[in-house]
Nanobody, 122 residues
Framework: QVHLVESGGGLVQPGGSLRLSCAAS????????MGWSRQAPGNQRELVAT???????NYADSVKGRFTISRDNAKNTVYLQMNSLKPEDTGVYYC????????????????WGQGTQVTVSS
């Protein structure tokens, strides 16, 4: 079993910053592309940022220049540094990971965390 656990969400004023963390645990053999998605009330889930195992990143246009994704492969952890936050960044942020397990080393499965709430409001 693999579990992704997010942390770091909360309430912040517009213009503020938050840092989200996501730790993957369980019978992990290797982690590949990891990322963050978000979902605002009434909206579809959208991909925010991804990072490959070797550090290549990709961002949604709406967060470019404000958010930075990073990872620590030794800790199976991915981070999302969010600066200059706007009210439209409000939503539940989900961590995602493409991961192989000790029992299925040749198969990459996608895993999701339970989400952490980010609210940007004055």
């Amino acid at each position: 079993q693999v579990h992704l656990v997010e942390s770091g969400g909360g309430l912040v004023q517009p213009g503020g910053s938050l840092r989200l963390s996501c730790a993957a645990s369980g019978t992990i053999f290797s982690t590949y592309t990891m990322g963050w998605s978000r979902q605002a009330p009434g909206n579809q889930r959208e991909l925010v940022a991804t990072i490959t195992r070797d550090g290549r990143t990709n961002y949604a246009d709406s967060v470019k220049g404000r958010f930075t994704i990073s990872r620590d492969n030794a800790k199976n952890t991915v981070y999302l540094q969010m600066n200059s936050l706007k009210p439209e960044d409000t939503g539940v942020y989900y961590c995602t990971g493409a991961i192989t397990t000790l029992l299925q080393r040749g198969y990459i499965n996608d895993y999701w965390g339970q989400g952490t709430q980010v609210t940007v409001s004055s």
